[in-house]
């Protein structure tokens, strides 16, 4: 145990060297504004109720008292790998039958740390399968609401939880299956594929993928791995390589091998570049997404910005769904349909015609899909009933519009002195006509 | 309207160390740290009918794990409410009509063209897939700054909330992937 330390110490020390040697190139920005770290920030173990899991250290490294709240939570997985979790009651509750996180609330001084012990609750047998959560970590200033205007920020860090419940009857399975392959343009005229993979077995599994490139011939011009993370059962994730190397204008086949124990599956993909190193692309998103201001129970239309940044023309397929302001409740719903492609580099405006709803608050959350995934995704809360008057928003709009309304003035002024001259003119000469 | 919205920025000083070394001494084990933009963010005495975009605010992390960062609000709309310098006012509160709006606009020193969004309750990702922070045999790790600025429109419609102001509260949240 002394040795262990020993070593611990030697290596931190030698860390600490490194640091002050290269210190400059390590830190692109070496900034010392402070803030919180955690270490551990990932805890994988094989568990049983009432086990405790490895502490997570929390370290205050800012120049002021910190109130820190940690809690348990049940986490899902998303697309990227980073976890989805829930901070309503709900989730605080099944985040307690979960992991028990002591000690939940502390105070903790300027430059100091302190640990935190979770320990395994399991209401439920998980024998032979996987639990995923986070251990969720809030921290704010202490005493900072006793100063006026003078707000503090929160910082939430997540440490991930992945546990395993081991059994001799039910052996645990890590499957990691391919399902899909995407490719996109990177800088530089590199590659950007992304395989889809999906956890198909009880626990998380960590697959390795690899990808070769092969042209018409079937020569293969490009190698790359896939970037390797863990995968939870049920989830989807997608996998990055690049293909850094410009490959010449032409038609090639991608291809990714999955490798997930000893299960190997494998997809492809045929792609077809337009010139050297260069693959259509699009790339929509929402450019903007106006918070709507309707009346109660008034047919309303809010105007969706949409901007495609990528190379190719991309179809507007998504959307969208009226909800209550804390999203729980679902009022309406439809799909974004109709709107003709954006081009490469365009920008579009689609109006979203949304029928009446009551007056308060409500969400409004736009989807936008491709690909069989979700590209982009924008909510707004907006308040619907007697919003500010007719007076009220033209002002807000003449604000928002100075050189439009100033040069609508000057138009409009010019129009009349032009037409004010012309009439003098005619005036005069009918006037000496007569005379 | 005059109100103050001060968001969320304010408090935390200068570090004892430097972000970098505490996430290197960390040895093997995965680590995160999230730092604070450095100055306060107090958007002052605002006009009706202007656009007020502040300076910009660093975020600083440090990681040996891919993660992400995302940005939320404490009110449900985003919109700035009376706050009384304890707690915000309970019965019949002023709210600004417009959500306070957020974009990034730098990543690592690089300028990044903004997209604004209006804030809420819900987290939104200030940047996807973004990898380690760089580190050195899994041991020194690197920073990353994330540059970010907020918008607040203010309209016609906007009260002065004197002897009160406006808060709204901003929350990082700083998650490794799995």
């Known amino acids: 145990m002394r040795s262990r330390h020993l070593l611990s110490r030697a290596v931190a020390t030698l860390a600490l060297a490194l640091v002050a040697l290269i210190g400059g190139a390590a830190a692109p920005s070496a900034r010392a504004d402070g803030g919180v770290l955690i270490t551990p920030s990932s805890v994988a173990a094989r568990v049983q109720a009432g086990d405790r899991l490895r502490p997570v250290r929390v370290t205050n490294t800012t120049g002021r008292d910190l109130d820190v709240v940690a809690t348990g939570l049940v986490a899902r997985q998303e697309l990227s790998g980073l976890p989805v979790y829930g901070l309503g009651p709900r989730a605080r509750r099944d985040g307690r039958a979960f992991v028990r996180v002591r000690p939940a609330r502390f105070t903790l001084r300027a430059g100091r740390s302190r640990a935190v012990v979770a320990t395994v609750v399991a209401r439920r047998p998980q024998t032979g399968r996987g639990a995923y959560g986070v251990i969720l970590f809030e921290a704010v200033p202490r005493r900072a609401s006793a100063a006026r205007n003078a707000v503090t920020a929160r910082l939430r860090l997540t440490a991930n939880l992945l546990l395993t419940y081991p059994s001799r009857s039910r052996p645990a399975t890590a499957l990691t299956t391919a399902t899909g392959l995407r490719a996109e343009q990177a800088p530089a005229r590199a590659l950007r594929l992304l395989v889809r993979v999906r956890g198909a077995g009880t626990i998380h599994g960590r697959p390795a993928a ?7 011939r079937g020569r293969v011009v490009g190698r790359a791995t896939f970037a390797t993370g863990n995968v939870l059962p049920g989830a989807d994730r997608e996998l990055p390589a690049v293909v850094a190397r410009p490959l ?14 000893r299960s190997v599956t494998t997809v492809t993909l045929p792609l077809r570049l337009v010139a050297n190193g260069t693959l259509p692309t699009p790339d929509l998103r929402i450019a903007a997404l106006p918070v709507p201001q309707p009346g109660s129970d008034r047919a309303f239309t809010a105007q969706l910005e949409l901007v495609n940044r990528g190379t190719a023309a991309a179809p507007v397929r998504g959307a969208w769904q009226l909800r209550s302001a804390g999203g ?14 954006v081009p ?6 689609v109006e979203l015609r949304l029928p009446g709803v009551s007056e308060g608050r409500r969400r409004l959350v736009v989807t936008l899909e491709g690909g069989g995934r979700e590209l982009d995704r924008r909510e707004v809360v907006f308040r619907a009933g007697d919003g500010p008057g007719r007076w009220t928003r033209l002002e807000d709009w003449a604000a928002a519009h100075v050189p439009l309304v100033l040069g609508g003035c000057a138009a409009l002024l010019l129009a009349v002195c032009v037409s004010a001259a012309g009439y003098t003119l005619r005036l005069r000469r009918r006037l000496a006509a007569t005379t | 309207m005059a109100g103050t919205v001060a968001v969320a920025c304010t408090a935390l000083a200068a570090a004892p ?6 996430c290197s001494v960390s040895l093997l084990s995965p680590c995160l740290q999230l730092s604070m933009p450095a100055s306060p963010l107090a958007l002052g005495t605002v006009s009706a009918g202007t656009t007020t975009v ?11 794990v891919a993660y992400g960062v995302k940005v939320s609000t404490d009110l449900v709309d985003g919109r700035p409410k009376e706050w009384t310098g304890a707690a915000y006012v309970v019965a019949a509160p002023k709210i600004l009509a417009n959500a306070l709006e957020v974009a990034r606009t730098s990543y690592d020193g690089t300028p990044t063209t903004p997209v604004w969004r209006a804030l809420n309750s819900t987290p939104y990702l200030l940047g996807t897939g973004l990898g380690p922070t760089g580190c050195l045999i899994g041991l020194l790790c690197g920073t990353h700054d994330l540059g970010v600025r907020y918008r607040l429109r203010s309209s016609f419609s906007d009260r002065r909330a004197s002897p009160n102001s406006y808060r709204i509260q901003v929350t990082y949240t700083a998650d490794h992937a799995f």
């Open chain 2, 17 to 22: 160390a430097p972000a970098h070394a505490l």
């Open chain 1, 328 to 341: 729980q409740q679902l009022l309406a719903s439809g799909a974004i349909s109709g709107a003709s492609a």
């Open chain 2, 54 to 64: 502040t300076a910009q605010q660093a975020l600083t992390v440090s990681s040996n």
């Open chain 1, 210 to 216: 690899r990808l070769r490139i092969r042209d018409a």
């Open chain 1, 248 to 261: 010449p204008a032409g038609r090639y086949t991608a291809r990714a091998v999955v490798r997930s124990g």
């Open chain 1, 344 to 349: 490469a580099g365009g920008r579009r405006t």
